[in-house]
């Protein structure tokens, strides 16, 4: 056994993994990476084969090797696409652990993954009080005097762009306003835990409150553990297996000493890696059963409220729509129909398919700051798309999204609004 | 292939179209084929014809081989690399150049994708049919020198029917124009269809010229499951002697139903021996009747269920299912060898009891699903490539098929073309002449035998070869 073979396999879910593609090339039409260099190296399948050759000792870790491991955007697109079940995001995922062992990553990312993953996720408080910093910067007047400056623009162009990027911190953050514990005022149907999340809990604090605001409407318990921390998947996703399990551990914790029934998650990214504790922790002897029990309660929203709450009434609301599937939502959780349920039983609401609805926004986690460039070129192709539509209002079940398609709107100039759909579940949602 | 023949080719194509590194010869060493790979010692993206010529030129004075390739979906190894070669990757000339909807043909470049080409015909009223089970992917070049079939062979015929004219730069380097928007054409050798399942041994096509015709008005869409595999097959017979054509008669066994249902979960029942999934399609009401009739044949060869698609869309996902067949396999063991012998369409029923014959007589996993309407059947054998032993078994398991689909009268490749994977069963089906005619045309267009070389057949002496030792290795000469 070869040595990167040995560490690959400490984070994949199984040998088998690796050997599971059978090259059919049916990913390829799927793949916005190779779309955009039409190289092979570009594509799962290519991807899969670099995998195997460095499992193998057939190539080194090289830049090349580091470099497209790092330019996919674990879209997963490709898993929804392969037919023979190829697990494809636990072994670039794998990949990308073993390269940031081997050192070899980009500056850019190693000091993200540093300062944010290291410093902040596992420190809420400090997370808080940096994104309260922020807050306070969004809010002055020296923000605006950088973006009208020429000098600055000239020489700070991309991260001026990454300031526009960066959606406002909420002046109140979710945390503080959501109590331990809402009591249903009628008998609780169910039992529900929100997870407040990091970004989730300072950038769209709103759209939590909208969260515990519908299943307070659908008779639901609300509790939120007060010790909670990120969910983990910004790390794990970037190949940190030690922060991402370190949090997933913290987590289960906090919510162990709980009575719930679901794990209601409203940004797709979190409810993907939620899910996949399990795996993650398969090696974890004290937290394996745990992590099992942990997993299987979590729920997207859109698919609690589909699931469970099938033919509750929806105020009439007439407006055209479009939806936009989050990939951790579509690819890695299969939650497609859902979403459009809910949307068409609410009368007078009118929804138009978005062309490419399943293709990634370009937004990925940290890949929009990393690889600029790229995610600019499918934020465009998707803005195009929506454009199209001619609908007023976008919907997007994840945060990363939601910020990048209401960048792309204003950077594209698209007339539209990005919303939520827990929002519009709420606005539109009758009570039991 | 030494630095000084590659600085050539770098200045022949430029320098952000070639590349040498270790990752990208990885990525170029395989095609869509089980256990074939082979790494080249470079890769180009050429942009024009002039540059493809050149490098031919160059081919023949340094002596390198040249393998073309579109998206590398292929399943006979047609496109992987031989040793000493430059594969030559055409997915770049993805322009669609015309759609003349007073001559129903479209202009295409060789590396447009099948089913974007089908989609943009389909815009304007017209339709391409040849739709190969990797149409998503696939490159329209690739279909062109495979000669690709697919689901609606049966009524609408292969890539071939759909070929007016094509061009190609042929070894020498020399640009060969034939064809054209002719719907009649008999000026000299039909060389057009020469190029037709050429493989990419003859030449490198830079443009196709393609037949349309009109899209059909309506189809319905028939699925029928069997308790019985035998029963499936006498349908399928059964159907075709009673005159009717319909645009697909698709068959899957049970262990492909079942790999295609862990993937789609649109609810297939699993304990079904035997699945039709039957398309005809139309005008009037013609296609109504023939639906009623084909449900009749069903019942009388008890079908154990029948349904009729509701929508379009449902019917569009029953076939994307079916697609996904051969992939789905996978689910069940990490290799799966696929392949496409094909019968006369009356023998089916026996050529389905053979492979199952074979898969008991061999001690391997076979799922069987194939164009049942064309006899164009698809064994795919589900092992482990790391296991020797049972690689081994799945040859001899196939060695017996080909025998058998070839002493039923039919042949062993239907539609995935011959390539490295079946080469040594060719003369079972070609004949020693045929073989030999097929040599002599390679050898006068390719003198020094550089492009795609080894592909369908090799090119050596008759009395080539290691010495044989034991009386049963000795050729006879037939």
Redesign the interface.
């Known amino acids: 056994m070869t040595k990167n073979l040995d560490k690959l396999l400490q984070t994949l879910p199984d040998d088998d993994v690796l050997s599971q593609c059978i090259h059919c090339g049916m990913c390829l039409a799927t793949c916005p990476t190779y779309e955009l260099t039409k190289l092979e190296r570009s594509s799962p399948r290519g991807r899969i084969r670099l995998i195997n050759a460095v499992a193998k000792g057939e190539l080194h870790i090289t830049c090349t090797f580091a470099y497209e491991m790092n330019f996919c955007l674990d879209c997963e697109a490709c898993e929804t696409a392969c037919p023979a079940g190829v697990k494809y995001g636990s072994m670039v995922q794998a990949s990308r652990s073993v390269i940031a062992q081997a050192g070899h990553e980009t500056l850019l990312k190693k000091i993200i993954k540093k300062i944010i993953f290291s410093h902040l996720l596992l420190y809420p408080e400090r997370f808080r009080a940096t994104a309260r910093l922020l807050y306070f910067y969004q809010n002055s007047k020296i923000r605006k005097i950088i973006h009208s400056s020429k000098i600055t623009a000239k020489y700070f162009g991309y991260l001026i762009e990454l300031d526009k990027l960066a959606p406002p911190v909420s002046k109140v953050f979710g945390n503080a306003m959501i109590p331990e514990i809402i009591k249903s005022q009628k008998e609780s149907k169910y039992k529900t835990a929100i997870l407040t999340g990091c970004l989730m809990d300072v950038m769209f604090a709103d759209v939590n409150l909208d969260t515990v605001e519908v299943l307070k409407k659908l008779d639901c318990e609300v509790i939120k553990p007060g010790n909670q921390f990120c969910c983990g998947s910004l790390p794990g996703h970037n190949g940190d297996f030690l922060t991402a399990k370190e949090l997933a551990k913290r987590n289960i914790d906090a919510f162990e000493k709980y009575d719930y029934d679901y794990l209601i998650s409203n940004s797709s990214g979190c409810g993907a890696f939620m899910k996949e504790y399990k795996y993650l922790l398969k090696d974890e002897l004290l937290y394996t059963e745990k992590a099992e029990i942990f997993s299987n309660k979590v729920k997207d929203i859109m698919e609690f409220i589909a699931e469970k709450f099938p033919h509750v009434a929806y105020n009439n609301y007439n407006e055209t729509i479009t939806y936009h599937d989050a990939c951790h939502l579509v690819h890695s959780q299969k939650i497609y129909n859902e979403p459009r349920r809910i949307i068409n039983s609410i009368n007078e609401l009118q929804l138009i398919e978005l062309e490419e609805a399943n293709w990634c926004c370009g937004s990925a986690g940290i890949y929009n700051i990393i690889h600029y460039t790229d995610s600019m070129k499918l934020l465009e192709r998707k803005m195009n798309h929506i454009r199209d539509t001619k609908a007023k209002i976008v919907l997007a079940g994840n945060h990363g999204c939601i910020a990048q398609l209401r960048y792309g709107a204003s950077k594209f100039e698209v007339n539209i609004e990005v919303q939520h759909p827990v929002t519009l579940i709420k606005n539109t949602l009758h009570n039991l | 292939m030494n630095n000084s023949v590659k600085e050539r080719i770098k200045s022949i194509v430029g320098k952000p179209n070639f590349t040498d590194?270790?990752?990208?010869l990885?990525?170029?060493?395989?095609?869509?084929t089980?256990l074939l790979h082979h790494l080249p010692e470079a890769v180009i993206f050429p942009e024009n014809e002039e540059q493809v010529s050149l490098i031919m030129k160059l081919a023949n004075e340094e002596l390198f081989n040249v393998v073309p390739r579109g998206?590398?979906?292929g399943l006979s190894g047609g496109s992987i690399p031989v040793e000493n070669s430059l594969v030559v990757v055409m997915?770049?000339w993805n322009k669609i150049l015309e759609i003349d909807a007073r001559n129903l043909t479209v202009t295409v470049q060789p590396g447009v994708?099948t089913?974007k080409l089908q989609s943009e015909v389909e815009k304007t009223g017209l339709f391409y049919p040849p739709d190969p089970g990797?149409l998503?992917?696939?490159t329209i070049g690739g279909n062109v020198a495979n000669n690709a079939g697919g689901l609606r062979g049966l009524k609408y015929g292969v890539t071939k029917n759909y070929v007016l004219g094509a061009e190609m730069i042929l070894p020498d380097g020399e640009l060969l124009k034939t064809g054209g928007k002719n719907m009649k054409d008999v000026a000299g050798y039909n060389l057009r269809d020469f190029i037709v399942g050429s493989e990419g041994t003859l030449g490198i096509i830079t443009k196709i010229i393609l037949k349309l015709i009109p899209i059909p008005a309506k189809s319905i869409t028939i699925l029928a499951y069997f308790d019985k595999l035998t029963d499936s097959a006498q349908a399928v017979s059964d159907i075709i002697a009673a005159h009717i054509t319909p645009c697909m008669m698709e068959f899957l066994d049970n262990t492909t139903i079942n790999?295609?249902e862990?993937?789609t979960n649109i609810g297939l029942p699993r304990s079904s021996e035997a699945l039709l999934l039957i398309e005809v399609d139309g005008r009037g009401s013609i296609v109504e009747d023939d639906a009623e009739t084909i449900k009749n044949i069903l019942y009388k060869n008890n079908a154990s269920s029948i349904k009729t698609a509701s929508s379009v869309e449902e019917a569009v996902m029953l076939k994307t299912a079916r697609r996904?067949?051969?992939?789905?396999?996978?689910?069940k063991r990490?290799?799966?060898i696929l392949e496409d012998a094909t019968v006369p369409r009356s023998e089916l029923p026996v050529m389905i009891e053979k492979v199952t014959h074979a898969a008991h007589l061999f001690d391997v996993i076979f799922g069987n699903f194939g164009h049942a309407g064309d006899g164009n059947l698809h064994p795919t054998c589900l092992t482990?490539e790391?296991d020797n032993k049972e690689i081994e078994k799945a040859h001899k398991a196939f060695d017996f098929i080909f025998n058998e689909a070839v002493k039923l009268g039919g042949t062993i490749t239907g539609e995935h073309g011959t390539g490295l994977a079946k080469k040594q069963f060719l003369e079972k089906v070609a004949g020693v002449p045929g073989l030999e005619m097929m040599k002599k045309i390679k050898c006068a267009i390719d003198e020094n035998n550089i492009l795609n070389p080894g592909k369908i057949f090799t090119i050596t002496p008759r009395c080539e070869g290691t010495l044989p030792f034991r009386r049963e290795q000795i050729k006879k000469f037939q």
């Open positions: 590194s270790r990752e990208d990885l990525c170029y060493s395989y095609d869509g089980a998206s590398g979906t997915t770049k994708i089913g990797s998503n992917v696939c790999c295609v862990d993937y996904s067949a051969f992939s789905a396999l996978a689910r990490p290799t799966t482990d790391r």
